[in-house]
């Protein structure tokens, strides 16, 4: 019976809906925070790459920068409420269509290298909005 509930445990699978939302906001906290730390500190050499005008780099990172805090205070409430997984959710989701747009459609002159770089993001951004919609219906 031990060997049973430590294989469970271990396994994340009696992990509650409230225990997982938890970890992706934090998970969503971390990317959003370092990458837009990158975009803000490093908003010359990447606009560069991107062929965007560098206020947007440094736009799109102070952004990230602001976002951030909020997926943290999100992970830190005692009783998560669906409204925790579904503002995020929304906001990735955003994110993830706003990107396919800009680079699929060559929006703003962008160059190969970021309209790549830019659909690439979409991966993680695009597995957490899932991730949080799901864990927001076992709220």
């Not at 009696?14 to 370092?34: G, W």
């Not at 837009?36 to 005008?53: M, R, S, T, Y």
């Not at 206020?55 to 925790?84: E, I």
Request: charged share 15%; proline share 5%; glycine share 8%.
């Amino acid at each position: 019976m031990t060997t049973t509930t430590s294989e469970t445990r271990s396994s994340g699978s009696s992990r509650t809906p409230q225990d997982r939302l938890r970890r992706v906001l934090k998970e969503n906290f971390a990317l959003s925070a370092s990458t837009g730390l990158v975009a803000a500190v490093g908003f010359v050499p990447l606009a560069e790459l991107f062929d965007v005008p560098r206020a947007a780099v440094l736009v799109v990172g102070l952004g990230l920068l602001a976002y951030a805090p909020m997926l943290w205070q999100f992970s830190k409430v005692p009783r998560l409420q669906k409204s925790h997984a579904l503002i995020p959710a929304l906001g990735d989701e955003a994110w993830v269509i706003a990107s396919v747009l800009i680079a699929g459609f060559g929006l703003g002159g962008m160059s190969l290298a970021g309209r790549l770089i830019l659909l690439a993001t979409c991966v993680p951004v695009g597995i957490f909005a899932v991730r949080q919609w799901s864990l927001a219906r076992r709220l």
